[in-house]
T-cell receptor, first 119, second 112 residues
């Protein structure tokens, strides 16, 4: 299957700092990537859709000024959690869609996730 | 609000048995359906997708779709302890959209 990487896998930071998470598609180009958040024992909640070369589309209730998304190339999207607070502690997961190729075009492939802990 | 419902479980089956996981969805216009497996502390891993009524088989896994009943299921034959995980049902929101709506997942435990 397609490979999506995320970095870092874990991050611990102090309250008030900003944290950047990278999501890369390693063997395909992804014009569309997604950012999810998952709290313990909960399902994945879509935060935003990241489109290469344009502004991200945020889901209702997600603060776009707090969760900055940049999709500057066909293989990289970044999520920056600005002024992080303990309630932002969560598992952040990105996914990417394969454009064309043999895979079903709607299929999302997930990165390994980033566990953020804000002290 | 478009919803995807799953029984949270846990569903316990003995090793070698068939595990049956069910999912219902509210948006009758949904076209594409996905099953993901998620191990504890890990990200989801795609198992299967289905978009036509009927059954689709891939190894030990069979996905079943009934659009009239708005129901999709996943059968796991010859269940193994390594199949113990949370299984997420996901539905593509609609034509022209790539976004998925996920159910809360069913936790499966395969008992050796």
């Amino acid at each position: 299957g397609a490979v999506v990487s995320q970095h870092p896998s874990r991050v611990i930071c102090k309250s008030g700092t900003s944290v950047k998470i990278e999501c890369r598609s390693l063997d395909f180009q992804a014009t569309t990537m997604f950012w999810y958040r998952q709290f313990p024992k909960q399902s994945l909640m879509l935060m935003a859709t990241s489109n290469e070369g344009s502004k991200a589309t945020y889901e209702q209730g997600v603060e776009k000024d707090k969760f900055l998304i940049n999709h500057a190339s066909l293989t990289l999207s970044t999520l920056t959690v600005t002024s992080a607070h303990p309630e932002d502690s969560s598992f952040y997961i990105c996914s990417a869609i394969i454009q064309g190729g043999l895979a079903f075009p709607d299929t999302q492939y997930f990165g390994p996730g980033t566990r953020l802990t804000v002290l | 609000q478009k919803e995807v419902e799953q029984n949270s479980g846990p569903l316990s089956v003995p090793e070698g048995a068939i595990a049956s996981l069910n999912c219902t969805y509210s948006d009758r216009g949904s076209q594409s359906f996905f099953w993901y497996r998620q191990y504890s502390g890990k990200s989801p891993e795609l198992i299967m997708f289905i978009y036509s009524n009927g059954d689709k088989e891939d190894g030990r896994f069979t996905a079943q779709l009934n659009k009239a009943s708005q129901y999709v299921s996943l059968l796991i034959r010859d269940s193994q302890p390594s199949d113990s995980a949370t299984y997420l049902c996901a539905v593509k929101r609609g034509a022209g959209s790539y976004q998925l709506t996920f159910g809360k997942g069913t936790k499966l435990s395969v008992i050796p």
